[in-house]
């Protein structure tokens, strides 16, 4: 699925800005973090409790430096923040190269957040690493924000550390414009990402009896939050273009489009060419539209060099039922 995000995330610098802080939220998992610009994004898949993954990297290669943080959760059901740090310290008791150097907390929406600084030794390496970590409690879970990076430069990080903790939101967010699509019901589909970054959010969809490393079809939807287009070619060229990017053979078909205030909308296929040397064909349905608000898109994508008429049908019907909501 990465060359897909890739795909995507190239059409950031078309819809939005940066800046010090970039705002990631995953709605799947009720919480909301801001990133250091530059910064690398990856997913832990060996420990379940590690929903989330930030690294710095130098600025001239894609090297990582040790400067890192993660958010994990966990389930505690009834209990309290006081309650997740004397667990947490009386864990880390039984640890002697742990010391703790400070602690405080702050409020944040009314909410009491822990934060703790502290060096310890990791097995099998040499170095001493400083740590802020920021405790939260919320909806019968703990959510554990750990910043890291070596001892040495725990004047120079710290302070990130803290603000990029301070920034950490738990909890349902309130209600924004999505796009609600109409599955059919002769395919479960089942909800596997939902993330936010700087106001681009982004859903991934599989059939229920399929994984993110073995799939045939995955659906991919967009939104662009607070983004009005007077144009929808502007948006059409923009897809198409970072589809052409990825491989020159792409075949783009305009399949309708409406171009009329309140009614922006388009629907076009992306083909993969047949390469005898490509063991894997993988082609795409797209629909995007202008919401109230903001621009959405989802595509469709198969394990195919081309879509069957049928197929285009019966998903081009889909996507055109589906529609803006607040959510």
């Not at 993330?195 to 939807?221: C, G, N």
Request: charge should be positive; glycine fraction near 4%.
């Amino acid at each position: 699925m990465k060359p897909i995000l890739i795909w995507c995330f190239l059409l950031l610098p078309f819809f939005s800005n940066g800046q010090e802080l970039v705002n990631y939220r995953d709605t799947l998992h009720n919480f909301s973090v801001g990133v250091p610009n530059g910064w690398t994004i990856w997913k832990n898949t060996k420990a379940p409790a590690i929903k989330f993954v930030a690294q710095r990297t130098f600025g001239d290669s894609s090297q990582k430096a040790p400067e890192n943080f993660n958010v994990s959760i966990l389930r505690e059901p009834a209990s309290n923040v006081d309650n997740i740090v004397k667990k947490l310290l009386n864990y880390t008791s039984h640890n002697p190269f742990f010391k703790l150097l400070d602690s405080g907390s702050i409020i944040s929406n009314g909410k009491r957040t822990v934060w703790l600084d502290e060096i310890h030794m990791e097995p099998n390496l040499p170095d001493t690493f400083f740590a802020t970590l920021f405790i939260a409690y919320s909806d019968q879970k703990a959510y554990l924000l750990s910043a890291t990076t070596l001892s040495a430069f725990s004047a120079v990080y710290a302070p990130l550390f803290h603000q990029i903790g301070n920034s950490l939101q738990t909890g349902r967010a309130m209600r924004k414009e999505r796009l609600k699509i109409a599955f059919p019901g002769t395919t479960k589909w089942k909800l596997i990402s939902d993330t936010e970054v700087d106001h681009f959010v982004t859903r991934q969809y599989l059939p229920d009896d399929e994984t993110p490393e073995k799939w045939s079809q995955m659906i991919y939807a967009m939104t662009m939050e607070n983004v009005k287009i007077s144009n929808i070619d502007q948006a059409i060229k923009s897809f198409t273009d970072a589809a052409i990017q990825k491989s020159a053979k792409a075949k783009v078909t305009l399949l309708s489009k409406e171009n009329l205030p309140g009614r922006r909308r388009a629907l076009f296929k992306i083909e993969s060419p047949d390469d005898a040397g490509d063991p894997t064909h993988e082609s795409q349905l797209y629909y995007i539209v202008q919401g109230a608000k903001s621009f959405h898109a989802v595509f469709i994508a198969k394990k195919s060099a081309a879509l069957s008429p049928d197929y285009i049908k019966t998903w081009g019907d889909i996507f055109r039922k589906s529609q803006p909501v607040n959510e």
